[in-house]
């Protein structure tokens, strides 16, 4: 199945991801994604698609990203910006203005010491922003449960059913299950019924979309 009304997105650093073509593979929704360097498209699953995603493949992501011209400014695969023509001397070290391509700071500006860009791992991203999501050493894969039994998780800010996150940016999962198989975000007057009772096993064949008008517990469909 797939939903040609989906945008797609391209991202700073030329990545593509083609919300255009989603399809679904045993009850599991995957998107083609273009790397922004080396231009090959594979599929990803569409819950991997968090804020700290950047679209490149892993060996392009572990690429040295520091080739630059001193004149100029560099983009990394993070989208966080070096002004390499910016540099200047600061108690005898040389610094460089950065603005963080981070998901949480809003593109905040800092001054770096140079020669910490030389590390391999290095993502121009600010403190709040290089902790979070996988990068954070609480990171669980953006899927919890709440005190309910209910599977939440959390979705970046260019996915397609974004407007159905609650303040922490987590969905339940059971409707977004639903959302992604009919096309749309659900509303507020729908609510998602588990066939079997369990309200971990968010299989498509185990959901079914329900009006609130319709007596949900102990639901059974006709």
Request: with cysteine.
């Amino acid at each position: 199945m797939t939903s040609p009304n989906r945008k797609n997105v391209v991202m700073p650093n030329g990545s593509v991801i083609f919300w255009s073509r989603r399809s679904s593979v045993d009850g599991r929704y995957f998107v083609p994604v273009k790397c922004g360097v080396c231009k090959i498209e594979r599929a990803v699953n569409t819950l991997g698609i968090h804020e700290g995603f950047t679209g490149l493949c892993k060996e392009c992501g572990f690429v040295s990203r520091r080739k630059f011209n001193r004149d100029s400014i560099q983009i990394l695969s993070s989208g966080s910006i070096i002004y390499w023509n910016d540099v200047f001397y600061s108690n005898g070290r040389r610094r460089v203005p950065i603005k963080c391509g981070g998901p949480f700071c809003g593109g905040s500006i800092r001054d770096v010491a140079v020669h910490t860009t030389d590390a391999d791992d290095f993502t121009g991203m600010c403190r709040k922003c290089a902790h979070a999501f996988d990068r954070s050493g609480t990171w669980t894969g953006g899927r919890k449960k709440n005190v309910d039994g209910y599977v939440l998780v959390k979705l970046a800010s260019n996915h397609p059913m974004f407007e159905m996150v609650n303040s922490d940016g987590y969905v339940l999962e059971h409707r977004l299950v639903v959302a992604l198989a009919i096309g749309r975000a659900l509303t507020s007057d729908e609510i998602v019924h588990h066939k079997n009772g369990i309200k971990s096993d968010n299989r498509l064949e185990n959901l079914e979309l329900l009006q609130k008008n319709q007596y949900h517990p102990g639901y059974k469909p006709s």
